[in-house]
């Protein structure tokens, strides 16, 4: 544990869960002593994701407590190590999903380290000193400077936070498939939530004719008026959907819902591709009829590797993309995981760090 690992020196307050109840409390933890390889962050803002709640809560069976959760964090360097060259202290940086990976499989060696087998993440991983990753819901953080990213000068750290997931979970297999050196190409994004309105700003950043396909009548307004969609599909209205039929290149869904992918497969063009990046717990179904006559293909994909975070983070201060949020105080993390839960947020939560900052927490 890090309590105990010997070079875990430094103190810092942070929040975490104490056990699966998930509830946040106050807490004061040590992380290791900035090594040669490592740049220490002050943290100013920590996005909330999905993934937070199932780790507070075990819901994936895989959490150790206390649990400092957090991924989508950005802040200030005030240290760095004797052998990094690429950041300076005052830099703005960001720390996503990933903590530590093997350094040396296939998937490290061709900069994507999301899929190393022995990739750990920020939170209840093992990093390579043995010790427990703790998150971003805390001042600082310790972080090895390959899983490090620059944040671009025109982007504030607080609507650019949600971008080290969210923002990189739907431009992962944008980058994957092309999707931005195809302008005019058609792209369906499932689900207008924290990664949905992201996939729409890059859609319409890269050119794409992007329409929107949600269970809500009342997205509509604002995924045409506010988020600049070309079109938008009630996926409940059986007509609408049938308009739809073989309309598109290109689907992202976002939806952690258990939902049916066959209305979805359907809307794509012979040969589309729908990429999973939403996590129901459930199997989800998927009929071949839509699979076959179509010769479509459904693929996942998790964030992305450190390069293409790093190219994304550079995209986005180009064409000034960040995420639509709500800035929360540390003290109203509970209220927040509350509403999170219930997606009652636009679009993402960001935690407000450094306003606890001379607080007694
Ligand atoms: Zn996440
Ligand atoms: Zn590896």
């Known amino acids: 544990m890090a309590q105990t690992t010997p070079n875990h020196t430094q ?25 040669v390889d490592d740049v220490t962050i002050k943290i100013l803002y920590c996005g909330m994701c999905h993934s937070d709640i199932h780790y507070a809560k075990n819901e994936w069976g895989i959490s150790v ?15 760095v190590g004797s052998n990094v060259g690429k950041f300076k202290v005052g830099d703005r940086v960001g720390v996503g999903f990933i903590a530590a990976s093997c350094l040396t499989c ?12 022995q990739m750990q993440s920020n939170c209840s991983s093992v990093f390579w000193d043995g010790s427990i990753t703790y998150g971003g819901y805390s001042r600082m953080m310790v972080a090895n400077n390959r899983y490090v990213v620059h944040i671009p000068d025109s982007l504030p750290l607080d609507s650019a936070a949600p971008l080290l ?3 990189i979970s739907v431009f992962g297999p944008m980058k994957q498939h092309n999707m931005m050196e195809v302008p005019g190409k058609k792209l369906g994004v499932v689900g207008l939530g ?19 396909i949600s269970t809500s009548p009342s997205k509509e307004r604002e995924a045409r008026e ?14 609408h959907m049938k308009e739809g ?32 990046v939403g996590a129901p717990e459930k199997p989800m179904e998927l009929p071949s009829f839509p699979l076959i006559f179509g010769n479509r293909t459904v693929s996942g994909s ?44 636009r679009y993402r939560f960001v935690i407000d760090i450094a306003a606890s900052e001379g607080s007694k927490m």
């Open 11 to 35: 103190t810092v307050p942070g929040w975490a869960a104490m056990d699966s109840s998930g509830k946040m409390h106050p807490f004061v933890f040590k992380r290791r002593e900035n090594g």
């Open 65 to 79: 407590y206390p649990l400092v959760p957090g991924h989508e964090i950005t802040g200030i360097v005030t240290q």
């Open 106 to 117: 296939e998937f490290c060696e061709d900069d994507q380290e999301q899929y190393c087998e």
């Open 165 to 167: 997931c969210a923002g």
């Open 194 to 212: 924290g990664l949905g309105h992201i996939a729409v700003k890059f859609g319409k950043a890269f050119g794409l004719h992007v329409t929107v």
């Open 226 to 239: 506010v988020l600049g969609a070309d079109n938008f599909l009630l996926s409940t209205n059986s007509e």
């Open 245 to 276: 039929i073989r309309t598109l290149d290109y689907i992202i869904d976002t939806v952690s819902a258990n939902h049916s992918l066959g209305p979805m497969l359907m809307l794509l063009k012979v040969r589309g591709i729908l990429t999973i």
């Open 302 to 345: 998790i964030i992305g590797g450190m390069k293409e975070t790093q190219e994304m983070m550079d995209i986005c201060g180009k064409h000034n993309i960040t995420c639509d949020i709500e800035l929360v105080k540390p003290e109203k993390i509970n209220e927040a995981f509350d509403r999170l839960a219930r997606n009652d947020v």
